[in-house]
């Protein structure tokens, strides 16, 4: 089975709301994460990464949070826009290996 | 500043042709990889490759073939198509582990 997996498959937010996408990864090795957006009949997009020495980063509109203890990964989009409607990506890599473990995705749709 | 360039963008192809699915990309990246993505899923590593002259398996490369003769280069090659090979193919650069993957934006194949 995949060891990267998010809670939900399809989220829907109001334009102008935050809003919150998590991610539970199953292998407490694994030291680097990053998410992905991905919109239809594009390839992923790089959004935002973290490495497991820090709780927290910030970027544009975007936060990833990363909780060890319970293996939880989760990223914030303020002021959701309806350019952000598209389907994320959690991944994980574990040290010393070259490749990502993607997730399945969460849909996430902006209401106007 | 094209970053990875994937072609064709689609194609449909009949059990048992091959054919070549290429990908370049102009970051200088020793790192690339094929994945494949399936309705509503993931994406799944097909090969890899840390360098010119050096490839490896990923989790599903039965029926695929890879060369990396270049930098720059790493064509993914489907020698006897089969309907479960249909799919989303996306090829990734990166500079090196545990950084962002840069993705092309795919090439859609239908295998009938």
């Known amino acids: 089975g995949e060891s990267v997996g998010l809670h939900l498959p399809t989220l829907s937010v109001q334009e102008g709301d935050n809003s919150i996408i998590n991610c539970a990864y199953s292998?407490?090795?694994?030291?680097?994460f990053i998410w992905y957006k991905q919109e239809s009949g594009k390839g992923p997009q790089f959004i935002i990464d973290i490495r497991s020495n820090m709780d927290k980063r910030q970027g544009q509109r975007v936060t990833v949070l990363l909780n060890k203890t319970v293996k939880h990964l989760s990223l914030q989009i303020a002021a959701t826009q309806p350019g952000d409607s598209a389907v994320y990506f959690c991944?994980?890599?574990?040290?010393?290996?070259?490749?990502?473990?993607f997730g399945a995705g969460t849909t996430v749709t902006v209401r106007a | 500043n094209a970053g990875v360039t994937q072609t064709p963008k689609f194609r449909i192809l009949k059990i048992g042709q091959s054919m070549t699915l290429q990908c370049t990309q102009d970051m200088n990246h020793n790192y690339m990889y094929w994945y494949r993505q399936d309705p509503g899923m993931g994406l799944k590593l097909i090969y890899y490759s840390v360098g010119a002259g050096i490839t490896d398996k990923g989790e599903v490369p039965n029926g695929y073939n890879v060369s990396r003769s270049t930098t720059e280069d790493f064509p993914l090659r489907l020698e006897l198509a089969a309907p479960s090979q249909t799919s989303v193919y996306f090829c990734a650069s990166s500079y090196g582990q545990s950084k962002p993957q840069h993705f092309g934006d795919g090439t859609r194949l239908s295998i009938l």
């Open positions: 991944a994980e890599n574990l040290p010393g290996d070259y490749k990502l473990s």
């Open positions: 292998n407490s090795a694994s030291d680097y």
